[in-house]
């Protein structure tokens, strides 16, 4: 069993992904969190992106779950279980949540300098190349 369990939420525009940053990170995280007590998959997610870009998320459905490392903390064991998405409109920061920036990073994001968790980088990512999304 995993140290931590995460729903990750992905909405994709025009062969990006849309990711994002905590103001304590030099790398980029995917949207959603950890379940609270009492949630299934849809209400966490529903919750983490309202949090997270001040949008509903729409259009749900299960892309993949993924097994890694917590970035930064590779003694820690981490499960996502990955759902695309649609947002109802433009994501926003949020002031009273943890993330301070919004990116859409394509599949040439390396190439940018830009920096993911380990999970997107070694799983989420080649998937969504794999199906053509990104």
């Known amino acids: 069993m995993a140290d ?3 729903i990750g939420a992905f909405v994709i525009r025009d062969k990006k992904v849309l990711v994002c940053r ?3 990170d030099d790398f980029y995280i995917s949207l959603g969190g950890k379940i609270e ?7 966490c997610l529903l919750r983490e992106v309202q949090e997270e870009t001040g949008c509903t998320a729409t259009n749900i459905r299960y892309l993949t779950t993924c097994h890694g490392t917590v970035h930064g903390a590779e003694n820690k064991t981490i499960k996502m279980d990955c ?3 649609d947002l109802t409109a433009e994501p926003k920061i949020n002031p ?4 301070v920036e919004h990116r859409w990073i394509s599949r040439e994001y390396q190439m940018q300098g830009i920096k993911v ?6 799983h989420v990512i ?3 190349i794999k199906r053509d999304l990104i």
């Open 126 to 128: 080649p998937e969504l």
């Open 37 to 43: 007590d009492g949630e299934d998959y849809e209400t």
């Open 83 to 85: 759902y695309l998405c």
């Open 22 to 24: 905590k103001a304590k």
């Open 4 to 6: 931590i369990h995460k």
């Open 96 to 99: 009273n949540d943890h993330i």
């Open 117 to 122: 968790a380990s999970l997107l980088e070694k």
